[in-house]
């Protein structure tokens, strides 16, 4: 019949395991159901911390999942080097290389990078209490990050960015620069999404 049809595709939580867990059976996937709630708020690292907290509201959470969920695959250790950075800031580090000494470290000007809304982090190893720069961490750590629903630098066809992930709600930067003109911003100053 139509209602028991409908009922086999209803997902029903099942007797506890022999480990003491119940689980709710799932059509895709068997989950843990005590604790699919529980999220961790931090990662291993407090400077990491501190910079996800300065991240726009939307991506906080997906961003210590991320780091954290590296740890726990992977072994590796993450740092956010950089998350929330002003539009002033982005100026002064696309002037470096250009009009100041240095070496170029960006291709876009204020208001052009998702970091300036507080949507993009890059991210480094750090093992043995340095920082690891190879390259093939962050590529193996890439769908990860992407799993936890980043955009990866590294797959663009241009100037790819390996150290960089950002989550853009389908808004190019200049659609989020037009929203900061206009002053759609929370009480915090953050981007407000419709």
Do not use: C
């Not at 956010?80 to 470290?105: A, K």
């Not at 769908?143 to 989550?167: A, L, M, T």
């Amino acid at each position: 019949t139509e209602q028991s049809d409908a009922n086999a595709n209803t997902p029903k939580l099942s007797n506890l395991s022999t480990d003491g867990k119940a689980w709710f059976i799932h059509p895709v996937a068997m989950v843990d159901y005590f604790n699919v709630t529980e999220k961790k708020t931090e990662t291993w690292d407090s400077v990491t911390n501190s910079r996800i907290t300065l991240l726009h509201p939307r991506i906080r959470q997906n961003a210590v999942d991320f780091i954290n969920d590296v740890e726990e695959q992977f072994g590796i250790q993450l740092r956010v080097t950089t998350g929330l950075r002003t539009i002033d800031e982005q100026n002064r580090l696309y002037e470096q290389g250009r009009t100041i000494s240095g070496n170029i470290v960006t291709w876009v000007r204020g208001g052009y990078s998702y970091h300036n809304y507080g949507l993009a982090i890059d991210v480094i190893e750090i093992k043995d209490k340095k920082v690891n720069w190879e390259e093939n961490v962050l590529i193996r750590i890439s769908s990860v990050g992407i799993r936890n629903g980043f955009s990866w630098g590294g797959n663009w066809k241009k100037q790819k960015d390996y150290p960089h992930f950002e989550i853009t709600f389908g808004y190019k930067a200049s659609e989020l620069l037009e929203k900061y003109n206009k002053g759609e911003l929370d009480n915090e100053g953050y981007i407000i999404f419709d």
